[in-house]
Structure formats: C-alpha cells, structure tokens
Nanobody, 125 residues
Framework: VQLQASGGGLVQPGGSLTLSCAAS????????IGWFRQAPGKERKGISG????????YYADDAKGRFTISGDNAKNTVYLQMNSLKPEDTAVYYC???????????????????WGQGTQVTVSS
C-alpha cells in the first residue's frame, strides 16, 4: 500500500496549486481519502476528504469555497485543487486513507491507516 502526494511548491498569495495523491496497492472504491496539513509548530489538521464511490466530500471551514477535492478512479488518484491561496495555507500537505463504513463522516483521525509522505506548499510573495 502506498500513497504518493505531489504537486506542492512555492506560489504567490492569490495563486493556485493542484495537489495529487496517487494510490497504489488498493482500490479507492473501499476507502476515503483525506487531505491534511501541518504547519510548523501546529497540529496536523484535516482539510478535505472524499468518498469516490458515492461522491461524498468534506471541507474544513478554511477550505470551503477555495479548495476542491476530486478523484479519478481509473488513475487511482485524488486531487486537491487549491485556489486563492493565502500565506496561512503554508504547510506540509499529506494524504491518507480510511476504510469506508466507519462510524462517522469524515472519518476520525485514528481511522486513517496509511499516509503519504507529504508535499510542501509555501504561499509567499
């Protein structure tokens, strides 16, 4: 099982980035994929999540209206389109999987069992 996060980089405030989370060793039909971020000195925080099987999505308050999560079953990849980026979006972004059918949506943090390595997003002028 592997999750490969990519697409991070340096972008100016107001700019856009699209992160990718390529999954291998399992099929997305049975798992939710979540995006998390962790800024220096802060706890890891859930930003967005998707159940590709039924299209259910989740966005944290500071992602609503700016970020869009989507998935491509054929490519076994989940994307996070981030627009109108702000300096406070600067963080390492991680993707992770959680088995569907748990007690809540979005899945609780402890339900995520595999994590990608993270990709750095820096928003700065």
């Amino acid at each position: 099982v592997q999750l490969q996060a990519s697409g991070g980089g340096l972008v100016q405030p107001g700019g856009s980035l699209t992160l990718s989370c390529a999954a291998s060793g399992f099929t997305l039909d049975y798992y939710a994929i979540g995006w998390f971020r962790q800024a220096p000195g802060k706890e890891r925080k859930g930003i967005s999540g998707i159940n590709i099987k039924d299209g259910t999505t989740y966005y944290a308050d500071d992602a609503k209206g700016r970020f869009t999560i989507s998935g491509d079953n054929a490519k076994n990849t989940v994307y996070l389109q981030m627009n109108s980026l702000k300096p406070e979006d600067t963080a390492v972004y991680y993707c992770a999987r959680a088995l569907l059918g748990g007690s809540s949506w979005p899945p609780r943090l402890y339900e995520y069992d595999y994590w990608g390595q993270g990709t750095q997003v820096t928003v700065s002028s």
